[in-house]
């Protein structure tokens, strides 16, 4: 469905780009190009080490580790998990329901979500080489950081509630 | 020429071969690496190259003066609003987003407003708002949103005060290189 909508869109805009400018289009399209194979080599690399991660790393042993009894050390673990993982936000989503199933706590899974979505010790590299080294630490470890604060936020609520 | 491509795909080329001597000593996980490795490119494939079309259509026809009009260093809520709208509605993994910030970068965009729609991109995505609200629930899903909203934008202030303004120069001038590269 995204795809669709996404491919459509792109599509769409081409044509009418083309009606009012072939040599912008032809300009546009070289840097979509380059946007793409810029990011080409690291990616391949980084979807590798990803899935050799996975593979090793499976559900059943994640969720012993980040049981609702954990604690803070459980939410640390699963901080540090996500943020050395990457994995498509859809597959994280129901990865995250299926710890839930098998016992992991509220805490620990959204801390696991948020870090999974916000930190990329995997992309780091390649997030250096467009916003800097410096900028690109700062803005992973804040989000780091800041995992712990949604942790506790969602574990109050879900126990309220 | 081949020289010039092994070498930039260097590590790609490395993991591949690790990968390949895991498969030799434990198939199992060696073939799973392979599969999952194969579902993230697929993955790719069905979002990246039309955003990365949007990107560059974006890049030659929005001139730098509107971008820095709405965007830029005095555009205040509007400029936060607009990044978190645009990373909001992008479909994508994290790494997608790195060629916007070399464009917005580009175009004068205030640097806490490009680390907010960074942050919009991770968490706030509309087209997968859908999943998580099947898979975790009402409840913890806009518990995490209500906690996400204030903390990225809090985030993009924190990241440009502690990067400080003589490195985003640099980094401003990096992004220029890079694309008359």
Redo the contacts between chains.
């Keep these: 469905m995204t795809t669709l909508i996404l491919y459509g869109s792109a599509i769409l805009l081409l044509i009418i780009s083309h009606i009012k400018d072939k040599g912008k289009t032809r300009q546009a399209l070289k840097g979509a190009w380059k946007f793409l194979e810029n990011m080409m080599p690291q990616f391949l690399g980084i979807i590798l080490v990803v899935g050799l991660m996975l593979a090793v790393l499976k559900p059943e042993v994640i969720s012993n580790i980040i049981g609702s009894k954990s604690g803070i050390f459980g939410v640390f673990v699963s901080a540090a998990v996500g943020s050395i993982t990457l994995m498509p936000t859809f597959v994280a989503f129901q990865t995250a329901d299926m710890l839930l199933k098998n016992g992991a706590g509220y805490a620990q899974v959204a801390a696991l979500i948020s870090t999974l979505t916000l930190v990329g010790l995997a992309t780091f590299p390649l997030e250096a080489k467009y916003i800097g080294k410096r900028a690109a630490f700062y803005r992973n470890f804040i989000a780091f950081l800041f995992s712990f604060i949604v942790a506790f936020v969602v574990e109050k609520v879900m126990g309220i509630l | 020429m081949i020289k010039k491509i092994a070498k930039?795909?260097s590590?790609?080329i490395?993991?591949?071969i690790?990968?390949l001597i895991?498969t030799a000593f434990n198939r199992e996980?060696?073939l799973?690496?392979?599969?999952?490795?194969?579902?993230?490119?697929k993955?790719?494939i069905?979002?990246?190259?039309?955003?990365?079309?949007?990107?560059?259509?974006m890049?030659?026809?929005v001139p730098r003066e509107t971008m820095m009009k709405y965007m830029g260093e005095d555009s205040g809520i509007l400029g936060i609003a607009i990044a978190m709208l645009i990373g909001s509605l992008a479909?994508g993994?994290?790494?997608?987003a790195?060629?916007f910030?070399?464009v917005l970068?580009r175009k004068g965009v205030k640097?806490s407003n490009?680390?907010i729609f960074?942050?919009a991109w991770?968490?706030t995505?509309i087209?997968?708002f859908i999943?998580?609200l099947t898979?975790?629930g009402f409840?913890?899903t806009f518990?995490?949103l209500l906690?996400?909203l204030p903390?990225i934008i809090i985030?993009g202030y924190?990241?440009e005060w502690?990067?400080g303004e003589k490195?985003l120069e640099?980094?401003c001038l990096?992004?220029e290189k890079?694309a008359n590269a």
């Excluded at chain 2, 799973?32 to 490119?41: H, M, T």
């Excluded at chain 2, 955003?51 to 259509?57: Q, T």
């Excluded at chain 2, 993994?93 to 997608?96: G, K, N, Q, R, S």
């Design positions: 930039r795909y590590f790609f490395w993991m591949l690790i990968t895991i996980i060696g799973k690496s392979f599969s999952i490795a194969g579902s993230s490119f993955q790719m069905s979002v990246v190259p039309p955003v990365m079309v949007l990107l560059g259509l890049d030659i026809w479909a993994p994290m790494y997608a790195f060629p910030t070399e970068l640097f490009i680390i960074m942050g991770c968490v995505k087209p997968t999943f998580e898979a975790l409840q913890f518990t995490r906690v996400d903390g985030m924190l990241v502690v990067v490195e640099d980094i990096k992004a890079r």
